[in-house]
């Protein structure tokens, strides 16, 4: 379930029922996005500033009849007219937990498109047995055309990768790569393969698709294998091996509640805690992410969005270490166990998901 393309059609609605957008076809200019200021609501929409010409009405005041239609919607707690011309929506809990069903019923496809616009996507490909030959500059064009190619798919368009002609030079260009250790330039330029060897091939395709692809990118060997906080793939590889340790631990002591395909039925109304709804939130984030990741030919923008989810759901564990009431195994309520179990899971699926999306492998532990 995709919230925000749910609510773009509400908006779509009620702005045709105040006659704003009568006789145009596919009306562009009608997003939805998620609210950026606290006490703000959850969603908000700029579409009566974009159609207060065609309706007749000041901005201000076609957002709020906007409001007031969408007001009466299921799921809508709230909605409000704001500034000059912003429509804030403030939903209720259900609408999040359907996120997590929607998550636990369609799994790794989830946050993929079946089909999109346009025409087959031709993107550069270098055989897998080339990629450790080449230097570091045409080894970041070179993972990040894979990326790219992965990323179109998943927002539904069809690919076909036309090996890069006379090499990877022909490829997009992308921001050099320097190569430290500990801060020091290396001497000499080693070959991909030989970056990969020392740091491993995880670490060294996160660091390319973690910038902007035309960004200088400083490779650093050591800053690549350090286990600790600094180090984003550690934080988004250690948030998907905690995934998979809270179901092993669940086995342990509560085994009946921990099979996968049984969490579907959980009642996921029980995650009521702001802590959880953040969570819920950031997955629903997952298939918009995705489209406009793949519209703008961003990949980094999927690397970011692991590297916030790690972060919400590291910030989710530490508090049930804390605070016994939000552990996610209750021996009191096997209900709540089995909610919160499910929103584990959809945290682990999206994060395989972008890091196969990205092609980099999903631990289940850290040694």
Known sequence: MDVFALFEAHVRAALAAEGAITGVADPAGITVETAREPGRGDLTTTAAMAFAAASGLPPRDLAERLAARLARLP??????????????????????????????????????????????????????????????????????????????????????????VDGPRKARTCGPVRVLSRGRPLGGVPSFGALAEEAGWDAVRFAMLSVPDEAPLALDLAALVDLSWDNPLFRVHYAHARCRSAFRAARETAAGLADRDALRSADFALLVDERETMLLKRLARYPRLIGEAAAVHRPHRVAFYLGELADDFHAYWNWGRNTPDLRFIRDESGSLTRARLALVLGVETVLASGLALLGVSAPDELR
């Open 75 to 164: 799921g809508v707690t709230r909605a409000e007219a704001a500034g000059p011309g912003f429509v804030n929506l403030s939903l209720a809990p259900a609408v999040w937990a359907d996120v997590l069903a929607a998550i636990l019923a369609t799994g790794n496809a989830y946050g993929r498109s079946a089909a999109a616009p346009g025409g087959a996507a031709r993107v550069g490909r270098v055989e897998p047995e080339a990629i450790g030959l080449l230097d570091p500059d045409h080894g970041r064009q070179a993972v990040l055309a894979d990326a790219l190619a992965g990323l179109l798919e998943a927002a539904g368009r069809v690919v076909r990768r036309v090996p890069m």
